[in-house]
Nanobody
Framework: QVQLVDSGGGLVQAGASLRVSCVASGRTFRSYSMGWFRQSPGKEREFVAAIGWNDDNTVYADSVKGRFTISRDNIKNTVYLQMNSLKPEDTAVYYC???????????????????WGQGTQVTVSS
């Protein structure tokens, strides 16, 4: 079992930066791909960014490409999402997720993920 704890959300002004973190339990963290998803009121949860067990493999949603950066520290069992140039439309609950490495895994697909964090609220004011 993998347990994920999200943190780092908050209230910021448009144009500001924020970094959210996700700490995972267990010894098998290196074998998991990690992703970030977000959900706003009245909308479905959407993909934001993901990173494979090989950190050369990263994927971003078009809406955040060039502004957000995902990274991982396998020693600390932590994945990060650095968010720059935040916009009001980035306001959402952000969730981290873990997917077991397997053949054909698509790290930008929500259905692929096995474990989820509790979410952390990010609010961007205009």
């Amino acid at each position: 079992q993998v347990q994920l704890v999200d943190s780092g959300g908050g209230l910021v002004q448009a144009g500001a930066s924020l970094r959210v973190s996700c700490v995972a339990s267990g010894r098998t963290f290196r074998s998991y791909s990690m992703g970030w998803f977000r959900q706003s009121p009245g909308k479905e949860r959407e993909f934001v960014a993901a990173i494979g067990w090989n950190d050369d493999n990263t994927v971003y949603a078009d809406s955040v490409k060039g502004r957000f950066t995902i990274s991982r520290d396998n020693i600390k069992n932590t994945v990060y999402l650095q968010m720059n140039s935040l916009k009001p439309e980035d306001t959402a609950v952000y969730y981290c997720a873990a997917a077991k490495t397997r053949y054909g895994l698509r790290i930008d697909e929500e259905v692929e993920y096995d474990y989820w964090g509790q979410g952390t609220q990010v609010t961007v004011s205009s």
